[in-house]
Structures are given as C-alpha cells and as structure tokens.
C-alpha cells in the first residue's frame, strides 16, 4: 500500500529558531497533501492544504508566515516552524491523498518540543 | 461535511467484541462513512469505510442502519493492540478533494 514517511519523527529546538518536517509519498505522487497539529488528548486539527506548485491553502485561525508549506515535486511536502516558541510544542503529522481505498495515508507524526 | 458524534471513552475486555458507535444524522447520500483510528503518537491509520451496505475486512465490520443515520465499527475479537482513539467521519468518496477533518473520536482501552 501506499507509505507517507515524515522526517523528523521527534525534534527538539530553542525558543526563536526554526524548524522544518518533511513530508514525502515513497511510492506514488501526490498532488496534494494536508498538515495536522495534535495537541495532548486533543483531535487532529488540519492546518492546511499543500498543493504541487501552488500556494498552500491555510485553515482560518493558522498564521500562514509562521507555518511556512513548500510543496515542489509530487513527492514533497515540508512544513518549516519559524520563530518557534515553546506554544508551538504539538505533534505534527501530514498525509497524502492516494489512489488507495481510503483516499488518503498518514504520516507517522513529528513530535516538536521548543524549548 | 456531515458532524459525528461518538461517545469520548469506552472499556473492552481482551478477547470480547469491541462496539463503537457512531452517529451521523445529517449525512447526505453520496457520503461515506469511514473510520480511522490512532495508536498513541502514531499517525491515523485508516481501517475501513462504507456507503450504506455492511462491510467487513480483515480488521473490522461495519454496520450501517438503514436510514444511514448512524454505525457501529465492531472489533470482532480485541486485543491490546486495539487500545487507541477511533475516529469516525463522514466525507465523500476517494475521488473527491475534500478534506479529512476529525472530531474528538471515542478513545478505546482494552483491558487484559
């Protein structure tokens, strides 16, 4: 079936520095790939929609100059965290939509720590 | 895309069948119903999904009533391995674009 690798899966990085999460399909391309952050015991809550040479469509609430999305190749995405501060701390995870039944394969996750 | 409501929490002894129901009143009649679920820090992983016929594979069954308002997703025999958070949503088939947006899901603890 179809794989989404996301790299790193844990990162830890001072307050102010940035930070940036790969997303890749390993066997299919994607045209378009979504971002989530996860805070503890909370739901996924989608963050934006990245689409192959084009901008990135963000959720209202989500500060598009912080959470910056590139989205160059059909195997490609990366979320980059700029001027990270310690409420930024969460789980980000990524999927892909593939030709598979479900439509769409998840990321393994990245566990950001700002300190 | 329809809301669901599921209850936050249920218990399941090891080895019995694991029921969790889903509610989905407003759905509308090309949506499907699928279901997700989330192992702790581990990406969602997708589990088995249905338009208004019963469905089964290898993880799982799904029973949708007949005015497609609600459903359950039966673990026929739960392991410890199933403890996680289930997530239901209703959205439009694979061929769509549509977003995948999950509520707060019923998180599932087998107990040994």
């Known amino acids: 079936g179809a794989v989404v690798s996301q790299h790193p899966s844990r990162v830890i990085c001072k307050s102010g520095t940035s930070v940036k999460i790969e997303c890749r399909s390993l066997?299919?391309?994607?045209?378009?790939m979504f971002w989530y952050r996860q805070f503890p015991k909370q739901s996924l809550m989608l963050m934006a929609t990245s689409n192959e040479g084009s901008k990135a469509t963000y959720e209202q609430g989500v500060e598009k100059d912080k959470f910056l999305i590139n989205h160059a190749s059909l195997t490609l995405s990366t979320l980059t965290v700029t001027s990270a501060h310690p409420e930024d701390s969460s789980f980000y995870i990524c999927s892909a939509r593939d030709s598979g039944v479900a439509g769409y394969t998840f990321g393994s996750g990245t566990r950001l720590t700002v300190v | 895309d329809a809301k669901t409501t599921q209850p936050p929490s249920m218990d399941c002894a090891e080895g019995r069948a694991a029921n969790l129901p889903c509610n989905h009143s407003t759905i509308s009649g090309n949506e499907y119903v699928y279901w997700y679920r989330q192992i702790h820090s581990q990406g969602p992983q997708y589990i088995i999904h249905?338009?208004?016929n019963n469905e089964t594979n290898e993880m799982a069954s799904l029973i949708i009533t007949e005015d497609r308002k609600s459903s359950t997703l039966i673990l026929p025999h739960a392991t410890l391995r199933d403890t996680a958070v289930y997530y239901c949503i209703v959205r439009v088939d694979r061929t769509s674009y549509d977003k995948v947006i999950f509520g707060p899901g019923t998180s599932l603890s087998v107990i040994p």
């Open positions: 249905g338009l208004k």
């Open positions: 066997d299919f391309q994607a045209t378009t």
